[in-house]
């Protein structure tokens, strides 16, 4: 755990702590200014003084023929659409216009978690996660992000621990 220490579990309920919490899966939350003009995650990885390798974004794609589905990667990575389409076993797949999301997930933009969306989609890691003992991911909502073990994150999510980052 880092020296900066995270909020109390009981101040800070979210969907995704409760499901965490009742799978008894270990996690520490922390909090962070939201940015309106920086989406992107690096003022994250500032506030939260952590390595931008370890705070993963979750990105909501739709595949040309099997569907929907999600990807979790680092901040600091780019997303490879070849090989994540290759890893869904579809030819081609894209990021869901942003309108759709809070219908499909139940999430804003910045705000998105792996974590207890409205229906379980596939889900795709990338493998840099199992470098850290402890990743960051959204605790779904602006301003929260959650710690927690990849390996409980992909074994909660039953998701696929992969590449899927442009090299």
Do not use: W
Request: hydrophobic share 35%; proline share 4%.
């Amino acid at each position: 755990m880092s020296s900066h220490s995270s909020s109390n579990h009981a101040s800070e309920k979210t969907n995704v702590t409760r499901l965490l919490d009742a799978a008894q899966i270990p996690y520490s939350v922390q909090a962070y200014e939201v940015d309106p003009d920086d989406l992107s995650g690096m003022h994250i990885v500032e506030q939260l003084q952590c390595e931008p390798e370890r705070l993963f974004k979750t990105l909501v794609m739709k595949g040309e023929k099997n569907g929907y589905f999600v990807c979790c990667l680092a901040v600091c990575d780019e997303l490879d659409l070849k090989k994540v389409a290759k890893a869904f076993g579809d030819k081609k797949c894209d990021l869901i216009p942003m309108k759709e999301l809070k219908d499909l997930t139940g999430y804003i933009r910045g705000g998105c978690s792996p974590i207890g969306m409205k229906k379980k989609f596939p889900t795709f890691i990338d493998e840099t996660s199992i470098l850290f003992e402890q990743i960051y991911v959204n605790a779904g909502q602006r301003g929260l992000m959650i710690l927690l073990s990849p390996s409980d994150l992909a074994r909660y999510v039953d998701a696929t621990v992969c590449d899927l980052v442009k090299n």
